[in-house]
């Protein structure tokens, strides 16, 4: 098994590529090993000192260090992947997902129904897979008085420039697309 690696625009994370699907459906964001209890390979890589997060997507594993540098990390993450896969265990313990999670905190009101599928169609179309490149996903919160609430999630979260990801790139798209559109949050 030959696991690629690739650098993300947030300096703390890096983005693990292992050849094969990791969540065939949806997100996972893990912040700490409490959370990570629902995902035996999340718990497997905070067993590292130095990963402060995980972020599972299609075909990536992103992970967030803290304190440690790269070049000692590196080896015990790609270890920990590679031992992972070849052991057959479940990537999730049960069918809980983080992305299932946030529909739950959704809001906004019931005539902007409209709006709101409209905004996630150009999330999930347009945004959303340029922000999994970069070992992220961003994802609807909730829409209320012109302001849309987007979580960042993986690499995404604490990215020095999610800012300007959010303020000139999705904010535009939304508001060219979306009239009622004024501004884009990070939740």
């Known amino acids: 098994m030959f696991i690629q690696t690739e650098a993300t625009p947030n300096p703390a994370t890096l983005k693990f590529l292992p050849g094969k699907v990791v969540l065939d459906n949806g997100t ?3 912040r700490d090993r409490e959370q ?3 995902s035996p390979l999340a718990e497997r890589l905070f067993a590292i000192p130095g990963v402060a997060a995980v972020f599972l997507g299609y ?4 992970v967030t260090k803290d304190g440690a540098e790269w070049p000692h990390l ?3 993450i790609l270890g920990t992947i590679m031992e992972h896969f070849m052991s057959g265990a479940p990537i999730m313990g049960s069918a809980r997902t983080a992305e299932a999670g946030d529909l739950d905190g959704e809001f906004f009101d019931e005539g902007d129904e409209t709006i709101v599928a409209t ?13 999994a490149q970069d070992g992220g996903d961003i994802t609807f919160k909730g829409f209320r008085d012109g302001k849309v609430y987007l979580n960042m999630k993986g690499s995404c979260a604490g990215c020095p420039s999610s800012t300007a990801t959010l303020k000139h790139g999705v904010q535009n ?12 949050e990070a939740v």
Request: no cysteine; charged share 30%; net charge negative.
């Open 28 to 30: 996972a964001e893990f």
């Open 36 to 38: 990570a209890a629902a």
């Open 59 to 62: 075909d990536f594993v992103t």
């Open 74 to 76: 590196k080896p015990a």
């Open 119 to 131: 905004i996630k169609e150009l999330l999930d179309t347009r945004v959303r897979p340029a922000v």
């Open 173 to 184: 798209l939304l508001r060219h697309f979306v009239p009622e559109v004024q501004e884009v």
